[in-house]
C-alpha cells in the first residue's frame, strides 16, 4: 500500500522521517509518496484533502478533526519550545496591539498561542516562516512571532525576545505546548494507520538511537546549517512524546483543543481525536 506523506524540511522533521524515508526499517510493505513542504503550506495542503498522511500544527488540526486523526508517534510537543515574539527593540503591550506583527501562518499553533495572550493584535500580516526575522529587522514588520531553528539565531541579529508564548501556555496551564503532530485521514483503512503509526515510531527510535545516521538528510533540507543548531532544534523538539505521546501528551492535547473551543477559536468536534490505536 502506498501512502502520500507531508512533512517539514526542518530539523526535527526530517530527523524522525529519515529512517522510513530510506527504508532504514521495516516498513512493514508500506510505500510512500513524501511531499516536503512548510508547515502552513502543509496545513492548507490538509484542508485541501491532498494528503493521505501528514505533518500538521495542531491549530490546523483543530478544524480537520472531521478528516484527520492524531498518531500516537511523531508529535512536537514539550517544555521550553514554542514560539518566541521578536522586535528591534523592547516593546509595551499597548504598542503590540496596533503593531504590524509577522507570522508564520494563520493555522500555526503559533498564531493560535499570540490569539491567546495577545487577543487584540490587530496588525498580524502572513509570511514564510524563515523570512520573519529579516523582516523585522528590515522594519517591515515591527515584531515578528518566529519558530524553529531561528530560536537559535535572532539574538546573534540584534533582535529582542518580547514574549515566550510557550512559557505563557505552560504558566497557564502547568501543560506542556502541543505544537504539531502527525496525522492520517480517516477513511485510511483502521489496520493501514496502526501500520503507520508502528513504522513511524520505529523511524523516531531509529533517529533518536542512531543520530548521526540522520544527519545526511537532516543537512540537505535545514535552513540553517551550522551543525550545533542543527542539532540544538533537533533536541528542542524530539523528545519522549514524539516517541509516543503517552497520557500527559494527549492530556495537553486535549486541553489545547478545549481552550480553542472555549474561545470559538476551532469548530465543535464530538468524535474521537485520536487514530485507531497501533499495536505492538
Known amino acids: 500500500m502506498k501512502i502520500s506523506i507531508g512533512y517539514s524540511p526542518c530539523p526535527n522533521d526530517t530527523f524522525i522521517f529519515d529512517a522510513l524515508a530510506h527504508q ?5 510493505g508500506l510505500r510512500f509518496d513524501i511531499v516536503l513542504a512548510d508547515v502552513e503550506e ?5 484542508f485541501a484533502g491532498r494528503l493521505d498522511a501528514t505533518k500538521l500544527s495542531y491549530h490546523a488540526l483543530g478544524h480537520l478533526l472531521d478528516r484527520y486523526a492524531l498518531l500516537d508517534a511523531g508529535s512536537a510537543l514539550g517544555n521550553n519550545c514554542g514560539p518566541l515574539l521578536i522586535a528591534r527593540q523592547p516593546m509595551e503591550r499597548d504598542a503590540l496591539r496596533s503593531a504590524k506583527i509577522a507570522i508564520p501562518g494563520k493555522y500555526t499553533t503559533a498564531n493560535f498561542l499570540l490569539g491567546l495572550a495577545l487577543p487584540d493584535a490587530a496588525g498580524k500580516v502572513e509570511m514564510l516562516f524563515s523570512d520573519i526575522e529579516d523582516a523585522v ?5 515591527d515584531a515578528g512571532l518566529i519558530i524553529h531553528e531561528n530560536r537559535f539565531t535572532y539574538a546573534q541579529k540584534g533582535l529582542v525576545k518580547i514574549a515566550d508564548l510557550g512559557e505563557y501556555w505552560e504558566t497557564q496551564t502547568g501543560m506542556p505546548i502541543p ?3 502527525i496525522v492520517v485521514r480517516r477513511d485510511v483503512p483502521a ?6 503509526n508502528r513504522v513511524l515510531a520505529r523511524s523516531v527510535a531509529f533517529a533518536l538511537d542512531h543520530p548521526r545516521q540522520t544527519l545526511p538528510y537532516v543537512r540537505a533540507h535545514a535552513q540553517e546549517m551550522d551543525e550545533a543548531v542543527m542539532f540544538q532544534h533537533i533536541g528542542l523538539y524530539v523528545n519522549d512524546f514524539t516517541r509516543d505521546l503517552g497520557a500527559t501528551g494527549r492530556a495537553a492535547v486535549q ?3 478545549d481552550t480553542a473551543r472555549s474561545k470559538d477559536l476551532i469548530p465543535e468536534w464530538e468524535g474521537e481525536v485520536f487514530a485507531v490505536r497501533a499495536g505492538a
Request: glycine share 12%.
Open 137 to 141: 529587522l528590515r522594519g517591515d514588520a
Open 179 to 181: 505544537l504539531g503532530g
Open 24 to 28: 532504514k526499517i521495516d516498513t512493514e
Open 255 to 257: 486541553l489545547l483543543f
Open 191 to 196: 489496520e493501514a494507520q496502526q501500520r503507520f
Open 42 to 46: 502543509l496545513n492548507r495542503m490538509a
